[in-house]
């Protein structure tokens, strides 16, 4: 048997359903500092330096994910401290 709904929402509608917050203040706010930055230093512009405070914060997000993943998938891999980062872990044969 297959059932099929169909709804019909706005995306602010969808947005209040699930909760999330309304950012577009925020990105309104974000794109007019952006702009003037641009303006301000449109003769020595330079778009890794206008946009490195926003993703200085991202970038160590997604290393700390990463790394996350990491220990994750060693721990269900191998266990823990069976990795490969013990000081002795190249002498040990592994079992399979």
Do not use: C, H
């Not at 925020?26 to 301000?40: C, N, P, S």
């Not at 330079?46 to 060693?74: C, E, H, R």
């Amino acid at each position: 048997m297959k059932i099929s709904v169909d709804v019909e929402m706005t995306p602010e509608e969808m947005r209040k359903l699930f909760g999330l917050p309304d950012v577009e203040a925020f990105q309104r706010q974000l794109m007019d500092d952006i702009r003037e930055r641009m303006v301000a230093g449109a003769e020595g512009y330079d778009p890794i330096k206008l946009f490195q405070p926003y993703v200085t914060g991202t970038m160590a997000s997604w290393d700390m994910f990463q790394k996350m993943l990491t220990n994750a998938a060693s721990m269900s891999s191998g266990g823990a401290g069976s990795g490969s980062d013990s000081p002795d872990a190249e002498s040990k044969p592994r079992r399979k």
